[in-house]
């Protein structure tokens, strides 16, 4: 087994410090600057928070899926529900289907370094499920509270893969991610559920076994174009971020293609073909993506 296989296996992480170049995530940030731009905020005010036992996913959320869509921060809205910063700084996230819609993430998700990391893990073929592109606003970003992503993106075997890449230096201040070596093997603690008839989600306690401490957790504070490789059952966390510096970063989840993709997932290609990583295949730029 090589050294990333083995780091991964043994820790459920891996930082790979540096792996992109500036040049490659260049056109990323000005494609999901653009996307925020271009959104209609008036007419979708759907804010995405992580206190709230996920209940306020609506249907925004679920349309998602396969569109476009940007998430606002909980404190970029007064009482009264006024914008109390400008546009850009008000986004939480963008998400999820970047990589079908936006050539830019297309391209970007089809770097070589990404199915060569995979193949070098033993997945034998990934598919790519969902990208999100988080802002972690200066002042007003929120905080993710532990979490694993399994409860979220669900497959039998339990194969998703998540890659997490700086899009700016990550650092304490500006909300790095936490993550706790070896907790992978800690059992899945939630599970986020649909059910399609009423279309509504529901977070379940599977497990009682606490989260990770911040004595045993690690911050992975990481330099602009460096990538974490993490493992579905992982619990993850980042804080609020109150200084002055954002702190952006891109999500790239994928699955094994052997792997079943649960109907209770929340997350559903519906018809779409399936996105494959590999770095010389199709991708689907459709010249209009849903900003809806
Ligand atoms: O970027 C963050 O702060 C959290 C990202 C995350 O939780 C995820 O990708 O699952």
Same mark, same amino acid.
């Given at each position: 087994?090589?050294?990333?296989?083995?780091?991964?296996? #043994?820790?459920?992480?891996?930082?790979?410090? @540096?792996?992109?170049?500036?040049?490659?995530?260049?056109?990323?940030?000005?494609?999901?600057?653009?996307?925020?731009?271009?959104?209609?905020?008036?007419?979708?005010?759907?804010?995405?928070?992580?206190?709230?036992?996920?209940?306020?996913?609506?249907?925004?959320?679920?349309?998602?899926?396969?569109?476009?869509?940007?998430?606002?921060?909980?404190?970029?809205?007064?009482?009264?529900?006024?914008?109390?910063?400008?546009?850009?700084?008000?986004?939480?996230?963008?998400?999820?289907?970047?990589?079908?819609?936006?050539?830019?993430?297309?391209?970007?998700?089809?770097?070589?370094?990404?199915?060569?990391?995979?193949?070098?893990?033993?997945?034998?073929?990934?598919?790519?499920?969902?990208?999100?592109?988080?802002?972690?606003?200066?002042?007003?970003? @929120?905080?993710?509270?532990?979490?694993?992503?399994?409860?979220?993106?669900?497959?039998?075997?339990?194969?998703?893969?998540?890659?997490?890449?700086?899009?700016?230096?990550?650092?304490?201040?500006?909300?790095?991610?936490?993550?706790?070596?070896?907790?992978?093997?800690?059992?899945?603690?939630?599970?986020?559920?649909?059910?399609?008839?009423?279309?509504?989600?529901?977070?379940?306690?599977?497990?009682?076994?606490?989260?990770?401490?911040?004595?045993?957790?690690?911050?992975?504070?990481?330099?602009?174009?460096?990538?974490?490789?993490?493992?579905?059952?992982?619990?993850?966390?980042?804080?609020?971020?109150?200084?002055?510096?954002?702190?952006?970063?891109?999500?790239?989840?994928?699955?094994?293609?052997?792997?079943?993709?649960?109907?209770?997932?929340?997350?559903?290609?519906?018809?779409?073909?399936?996105?494959?990583?590999?770095?010389?295949?199709?991708? #689907?730029?459709?010249?209009?993506?849903?900003?809806?």
């Amino acid at each position: 087994m090589g050294d990333l296989a083995a780091s991964f296996a #043994r820790d459920g992480f891996v930082v790979l410090e @540096g792996a992109i170049a500036p040049e490659s995530l260049a056109p990323v940030r000005a494609a999901a600057a653009r996307l925020v731009n271009e959104f209609d905020l008036d007419a979708n005010r759907t804010v995405f928070r992580t206190d709230d036992r996920d209940s306020g996913r609506d249907e925004a959320f679920l349309q998602s899926a396969t569109g476009v869509h940007c998430f606002l921060e909980q404190d970029a809205l007064n009482e009264a529900g006024k914008l109390v910063v400008e546009k850009r700084r008000a986004i939480n996230k963008i998400g999820h289907a970047m990589h079908d819609l936006v050539p830019e993430f297309t391209s970007f998700c089809r770097l070589p370094l990404f199915e060569e990391t995979l193949h070098s893990i033993g997945m034998s073929e990934a598919l790519l499920w969902q990208t999100m592109y988080i802002f972690k606003q200066p002042k007003i970003g @929120g905080e993710v509270r532990w979490h694993q992503d399994a409860s979220y993106l669900i497959t039998r075997p339990a194969t998703v893969i998540g890659f997490w890449i700086a899009m700016e230096d990550s650092t304490l201040e500006n909300g790095c991610l936490w993550m706790q070596p070896g907790a992978h093997r800690s059992p899945l603690r939630e599970i986020y559920e649909v059910d399609w008839s009423s279309r509504t989600g529901t977070l379940r306690t599977l497990d009682e076994t606490p989260w990770p401490d911040f004595e045993s957790a690690r911050p992975l504070e990481v330099s602009a174009g460096s990538v974490v490789l993490f493992n579905d059952h992982m619990p993850h966390y980042s804080s609020h971020n109150s200084s002055p510096i954002s702190r952006e970063a891109l999500t790239i989840h994928v699955a094994e293609r052997s792997s079943e993709w649960c109907p209770g997932n929340w997350l559903q290609r519906g018809e779409r073909a399936p996105f494959t990583m590999a770095s010389g295949a199709q991708g #689907r730029h459709e010249s209009q993506p849903d900003l809806g």
